[in-house]
C-alpha cells in the first residue's frame, strides 16, 4: 500500500465521524506498520492536496472543535508468562472521543455513528471546486476551520476497508452490527472489549450479544479470550473482538499455562507426573490449576489416573498406610501434546436452539423485496414450508437476517391478524396449502 492509499485508508477508518487534521497526523505518526513519509510540512501539504483530490472524501465543519485521538496500549501491561493484564486503566482512562450515536435508517443508505450527524455543515465546496482543484492551502484551512473541519469518507469506501477486499460489498448488515464493526475499525490493532462496548452503546449484554454474532457469522471479525486482574486480585474475563485485518493471536492464560504443563509431562519419566509435583513447578493457585487440566480432560490432551506413591517414586521405598494399604496419588498422564492454535472462543450453541435436528447449512436464501412488508414476506415462506413449517433458526437463514430480527417476525401482533393456513389434499393426492 503506497503513502496516499495509507492516508485514506486512515480516513476510513475514523468512521462516519471522521477525523480532524490533528488527530489524522497523530494516527499516521503512530502507525504499525509505520508510515513511510516523514511527516514535515511538505509532506503534511502534499497529503492534503492528496485528501483534495479523493473524490470519495468529503469535508464538514462540526459545531464545536473535537479533541484529539487518544491512543493508549491495551497489551502494554499483559504479563508474557500468563497474558493476564495487570491493570484497569486502559478503560479508566480512555476519553470518548466518539461517543456512540448510531444512525437509524438513513433515506440515502448511510450507516455508522455519528454524534453530529444533523448538525454538521459540508464545506466541501469551500475547500475545493467540483474539478477537485484546492481553494484553501492546508495552513489556511487549519486556520480557518481549527479542530472543528473533520473529513469524512464515503459510505462505500468506508464498508470496504472494514469488511476487506475478500468479502461481499453487497453484504447487508443492521445499523447497530454495522456501528459495532466501525467501532473496532476504529479500534485498529487494539481491538475492542465485548464488556466495554456493553456501555459504549448502553445496552444489556443480551442483545448486544446478538448483534456480534451476526459479524461473526458474516466472518467479518475475529474473537479471542482477554484476561485483566482488577486492583482487587480477582480476574475479569471478557472477549477481545477485531476486524480480521487486524487480527493477532493473543495468547491467553490458559492456553500459556496448557503449554507449559504438557511441556513438564512430556519431560517426566513415562510422561506421568503427581498433581501435586505439577502444582508445585506452575506455581499458580489451586483453583487456576484444577481449571487448566479440567481444561486438558475435556481436549483429551492428559488423562487422570491413580498409582501407588512406590510405583511412582521407586526411590521411597514401600509406603502403606497403618492399615497396610498402599498410599497412591493422584497423577496426570500425557496423552498427546498440546499443540500452539487459536482455542475457540466459548458459545453457546445455537444451531439447533430450537430443538430442531435438521440442518441449515443447505437452505436458499430468498431475495428480500424492500419495498414489501417484512412480516408478510416472513409468512409466505412459513405457508409455503407446507405442513411440515419452518423453524425460527431456518427462517433467519433464508430470509438472511439475524437472530434479533427473526425472533421480531415471529413475535409480531401482524401474525395474529393474518389467515391461518388450512391444508388439504388435491385430487392427486398432493397437499396443497390453501389461505
Known amino acids: 500500500m503506497d503513502a496516499l492509499s495509507i492516508v485514506h485508508d486512515e480516513v476510513a477508518l475514523e468512521g462516519l465521524d471522521g477525523i480532524t487534521i490533528p488527530s489524522l497526523w497523530i494516527r499516521l505518526g503512530s502507525r504499525t506498520p509505520s508510515f513511510p513519509l516523514k511527516l514535515d510540512s511538505c509532506t503534511k501539504e502534499f497529503i492534503w492536496r492528496s485528501l483534495i483530490n479523493n473524490v470519495d472524501l468529503d469535508f464538514y465543519e462540526l459545531p464545536k472543535e473535537r479533541v484529539d485521538v487518544e491512543l493508549l496500549d491495551r497489551f502494554a501491561d499483559i504479563n508474557p508468562d500468563t497474558g493476564i493484564q495487570t491493570t484497569t486503566s486502559f478503560s479508566n482512562a480512555k476519553n470518548d472521543v ?46 480557518r476551520y481549527g479542530r472543528k473541519l473533520v473529513v469524512v469518507a464515503s459510505q462505500k469506501m468506508r464498508f470496504r476497508v472494514l469488511i476487506g477486499e475478500d468479502s461481499d460489498p453487497d453484504l447487508r448488515i443492521t445499523d447497530q ?85 504438557s511441556n513438564t509431562l512430556q519431560d517426566a519419566p513415562g510422561q506421568i507426573a503427581s498433581i501435586i509435583t505439577l502444582r508445585e513447578l506452575l506455581n499458580v493457585h489451586e483453583r487456576t490449576f484444577k481449571h487448566v487440566y479440567n481444561y486438558m480432560l475435556s481436549y483429551k ?20 498406610t497403618k492399615k497396610g494399604t498402599k498410599i497412591t496419588v493422584r ?38 423485496i424492500m419495498e414489501r412488508d417484512l412480516v408478510l414476506q416472513a409468512y409466505h415462506i412459513v405457508v409455503s414450508s407446507g405442513t411440515k413449517g419452518i423453524s425460527q433458526s431456518s427462517l433467519q437463514v433464508v430470509m438472511n437476517v439475524g437472530k434479533l430480527e427473526a425472533r421480531m ?27
Not at 455513528?113 to 471546486?129: A, H, I, P
Not at 452490527?177 to 481491538?191: D, K
Not at 472477549?239 to 491467553?252: G, T
Open 98 to 143: 466518539y461517543p456512540v450515536t448510531v444512525v437509524l435508517d438513513d433515506k440515502d443508505g448511510i450507516q455508522g455513528s455519528c454524534l453530529f450527524y444533523k448538525q454538521r455543515k459540508n464545506v466541501t465546496k469551500n475547500v475545493r471546486t467540483e474539478e477537485l482543484k484546492q481553494l484553501v492551502c492546508l495552513e489556511e484551512a487549519v486556520k
Open 331 to 368: 497423577c496426570l498422564k500425557l496423552l498427546k501434546p498440546y499443540q500452539k492454535k487459536e482455542l475457540m472462543v466459548e458459545e453457546d450453541d445455537d444451531e439447533n436452539e430450537d430443538g430442531v435436528g435438521v440442518s441449515r447449512k443447505g437452505l436458499p436464501q430468498q431475495d428480500i
Open 301 to 320: 490432551l492428559v488423562q487422570l489416573i491413580t498409582l501407588p506413591l512406590e510405583d511412582l517414586n521407586p526411590s521411597a521405598g514401600p509406603c502403606n
Open 177 to 261: 452490527s454495522y456501528c459495532i464493526l466501525e467501532r473496532l475499525g476504529r479500534a485498529r490493532w487494539q481491538g475492542e472489549l465485548q464488556r466495554d462496548l456493553h456501555s459504549s452503546f448502553r445496552t444489556e449484554p443480551g442483545k448486544l450479544h446478538y448483534l456480534r454474532r451476526c459479524l461473526d457469522r458474516h466472518g467479518l471479525i475475529t474473537m479471542q479470550s482477554h484476561v485483566i486482574r482488577l486492583p482487587t486480585g480477582q480476574q475479569q474475563h471478557s472477549i477481545l473482538l477485531l476486524i480480521k485485518r487486524y487480527h493477532v493471536l493473543r495468547r491467553s492464560k490458559y492456553d500459556i499455562l496448557m503449554e507449559h504443563l
Open 409 to 435: 417476525l415471529c413475535r409480531s401482533p401482524l401474525w395474529w391478524k393474518l389467515p391461518v393456513p388450512q391444508v388439504r389434499v388435491s385430487p392427486d393426492d398432493t397437499l396443497c396449502v390453501v389461505l
